[in-house]
């Protein structure tokens, strides 16, 4: 069972199968078994499980690293910025989402 911090938000998964580039910003914690490359950033917990893959830059508020994982990246944990900071991504007007982005959305933000 992964660590959760006390945000209480649902967990964001990222599966194994699953390869992932950019940037992500969540204020969810995040489960990691499959591959993420680039700027990674929540406000909650990073756990990168058993077969996870993170490449590139790691910003959370907590990090748990589970045997069997590998990470290559700049790590920043406990991270000043409140969580509340996070909250501004979602004032931003992003207008329509396409379709096949309303689930990512949804998952991220927890908009509908």
Same mark, same amino acid.
């Given at each position: ?5 006390k945000t209480k938000e649902p967990l964001l998964e990222i599966h194994s199968? *699953?390869?992932? %580039? &950019?940037? @992500?910003?969540? +204020?969810?914690? =995040? @489960? *990691? ?6 700027e990674l950033r929540t406000a909650g917990c990073l756990t990168v499980a ?5 490449? &590139? ?5 907590? *990090? +748990? ?5 590998? =990470?290559?990246?700049? !790590?920043? +944990?406990?991270? #000043?910025? #409140?969580? /509340?900071?996070?909250?501004? !991504? /979602? %004032?931003?007007?992003? &207008?329509?989402?396409?379709? /096949? *982005?309303? %689930?990512?959305?949804? @998952? ?5």
């Open positions: 069972m992964p660590f959760m911090s199968g *699953l390869v992932l %580039k &950019g940037e @992500l910003s969540m +204020v969810k914690d =995040v @489960l *990691l078994t499959g591959k993420f490359e680039g058993a077969g996870g893959t993170a490449i &590139g830059s790691i910003e959370a508020g907590a *990090l +748990v690293l589970e045997p069997g994982n590998l =990470v290559e990246a700049k !790590v920043k +944990v406990g991270s #000043p910025t #409140p969580a /509340r900071a996070f909250d501004a !991504v /979602r %004032k931003i007007s992003l &207008g329509k989402w396409p379709s /096949r *982005l309303k %689930k990512l959305k949804e @998952l991220a933000f927890g908009w509908k």
